[in-house]
Every structure is written in structure tokens, then in C-alpha cells.
């Protein structure tokens, strides 16, 4: 197998004398397109007593087997130099059980259901802050004739101790707002029961998303009250979760789940 990630440069430094500098500067550019879009932080002088957070880039080659699909990139807060009760406050965040998701995927199977898949774009991007932050501007990105401010935070960043707790807030928010309920052996599971009998489930790992249900138009109008509100991807068809291949033969309603490649990866590794 290819071992992509030693491509992966660990600094910004590292990527000004990275062979595939132009790929890793555009992804930057994405980013912050992303974070701009999004208004996730404004420019302001820092206040008095107050210490800004430090930011890194992190960067990743996103593979498909031994295919590269894409170079990625992402603006992380330095989150460990967060001060409790300044800085965040409670941050515990739910994800689905994989419990959870062995009884959708056998009601898939059993009951003959449509499974589709879906990824949010920068999910925790999406979180609104409660806490006041303050972080320095993002390396390579200073504004011209304005580095001596700070960037004060509107929106969640990935990092932030809070983060994950606050995406999930607001994705909860919402299922409410589409009239799902959310199960109590599962904070991540909601479901939504017709008035002609029929369902839709939708099962929540941070920012990837199983929906199932017996009617595909149900499955659509989720999608697109889902796309109004979140930047997201329809992947359609499931075909894998958490790293598990997903094989499904809906003539005999039988569903198969595989770690193939995950094992592949542990035996390389190992070798």
C-alpha cells in the first residue's frame, strides 16, 4: 500500500518546500474560504488582560485505497491553553453507539430500507459560541496592515475544547425544529414516524450521517432541509461507516459489514 502520509507536511514552513506546495496553498485558501463563509471571526484589537489562543495548520492526504482524492487542510486552535471557566465551559458531546448502528443497519436488511449516507462540511465550524475568544490571526493569512489585531471568535473552531459539544447542540436544534424525536437509549439517533406508517432514522457520528427509511423522496426532503441549514455532501448509497465497508443485497435482504481495508492497514503496519 502507498504511504501517503509521510507526504503530509507538519508545518506551514514545511509546506513553502513541499513538492506539492500549489496543491497545499489552495487548500489553505479553501479553508479560509470555508471560515469566511461561514463568519466565523472578526478582527478586533485584544482586550486588556486578555492571552489569544495560538492556531496551527494541520494537514492530510484524504485517500480512497490506495487513490489520492484530495489534499486537505485545517486551521486548529491550540485548544490545551484554554482556561475553564474563561474560555469554555461544559464540553461533554454524544456520538452515535455502535449498538446504534448494527440495530439500523439489520432494520435496513430486514425491513428492505433505502440507505443513504451524508458528510457535513466543516462541521463543528457550525457551533455558535457562548464563551468570548480571542485567537491570533491564522500563519500565512495575517491581513495586511492589520496584524496587530486578534481574531475574535463568532463560531466554533476545530480545537476548541468546546467544539464538538457545541456542533452537536446545534445539529440537535435542528432535528427538533424538523419535528424528529430524539431516542433516549441514544442521543444520536432520531427518528421521524409518518402518518402513512412510514419512518426515516438518522444516526449522527460528529459529522457523518446514516439516514434510512422506506420511502426515498422522505429521504430526500431531509436532505434538503439538511443542505439549507449545514454545507454538506451527499455521499448517496451508504457504503461505509466508521471505516466499515458496508455490502448490501436488497433482493435477499441481507447486509454485510467488513474492516478489510482497516485490517490491510494493521498488517502493513505491523510488518
Known amino acids: 500500500m502507498l504511504q501517503l502520509r509521510r507526504g503530509e507536511p507538519e508545518s506551514f514552513q514545511g509546506v513553502q518546500i513541499h513538492k506539492d506546495k500549489a496543491q497545499w496553498m489552495k487548500a489553505m485558501?479553501?479553508?479560509?474560504?470555508?471560515?469566511?463563509?461561514?463568519?466565523?471571526?472578526?478582527?478586533?484589537?485584544?482586550?486588556?488582560?486578555?492571552?489569544?489562543?495560538?492556531?496551527?495548520?494541520?494537514?492530510?492526504?484524504k485517500t480512497d485505497g490506495d487513490k489520492l482524492v484530495k489534499h486537505k487542510a485545517r486551521l486548529v486552535v491550540n485548544g490545551f491553553n484554554q482556561k475553564k471557566g474563561i474560555d469554555f465551559d461544559d464540553?461533554?458531546?454524544?456520538?452515535?453507539?455502535?449498538?446504534?448502528?448494527?440495530?439500523?443497519?439489520?432494520?435496513t436488511a430486514s425491513l428492505d430500507l433505502e440507505l443513504e449516507q451524508l458528510d457535513v462540511k466543516t462541521?463543528?465550524?457550525?457551533?455558535?459560541?457562548?464563551?468570548?475568544?480571542?485567537?491570533?490571526?491564522?500563519?500565512?493569512?495575517?491581513?495586511?496592515?492589520?496584524?496587530?489585531?486578534?481574531?475574535?471568535?463568532?463560531?466554533?473552531?476545530?480545537?476548541?475544547?468546546?467544539?464538538?459539544?457545541?456542533?452537536?447542540?446545534?445539529?440537535?436544534?435542528f432535528m427538533m425544529g424538523q419535528e424528529y424525536t430524539?431516542?433516549?437509549?441514544?442521543?444520536?439517533?432520531?427518528?421521524?414516524?409518518?402518518?402513512?406508517?412510514?419512518?426515516?432514522?438518522?444516526?449522527?457520528?460528529v459529522d457523518d450521517m446514516l439516514i434510512v427509511g422506506h420511502d426515498v423522496s422522505l429521504i430526500e426532503n431531509l436532505k434538503k432541509e439538511l443542505s439549507s441549514s449545514f454545507d454538506m455532501k451527499d455521499l448517496g448509497p451508504a457504503k461505509q461507516i466508521l471505516g466499515m465497508q458496508i455490502i448490501c443485497d436488497r433482493r435477499s435482504k441481507k447486509l454485510w459489514v467488513s474492516q478489510e481495508k482497516y485490517v490491510e492497514q494493521v498488517l502493513s503496519r505491523s510488518i
Open 29 to 61: 485558501q479553501e479553508e479560509m474560504s470555508s471560515l469566511k463563509k461561514n463568519n466565523t471571526y472578526e478582527l478586533v484589537e485584544l482586550p486588556k488582560g486578555r492571552k489569544p489562543l495560538k492556531n496551527k495548520w494541520v494537514y492530510k492526504l
Open 91 to 107: 464540553i461533554f458531546s454524544p456520538v452515535v453507539k455502535m449498538s446504534s448502528i448494527r440495530v439500523i443497519l439489520g432494520l
Open 123 to 173: 462541521a463543528f465550524l457550525h457551533g455558535d459560541l457562548e464563551e468570548e475568544i480571542y485567537m491570533d490571526q491564522p500563519e500565512g493569512f495575517e491581513v495586511t496592515g492589520k496584524t496587530h489585531l486578534v481574531c475574535k471568535l463568532k463560531k466554533s473552531l476545530y480545537g476548541l475544547k468546546q467544539a464538538p459539544r457545541q456542533w452537536y447542540k446545534k445539529f440537535d436544534s
Open 182 to 205: 430524539r431516542t433516549d437509549a441514544d442521543h444520536c439517533v432520531y427518528f421521524k414516524k409518518f402518518s402513512d406508517g412510514k419512518l426515516v432514522i438518522l444516526s449522527l457520528y
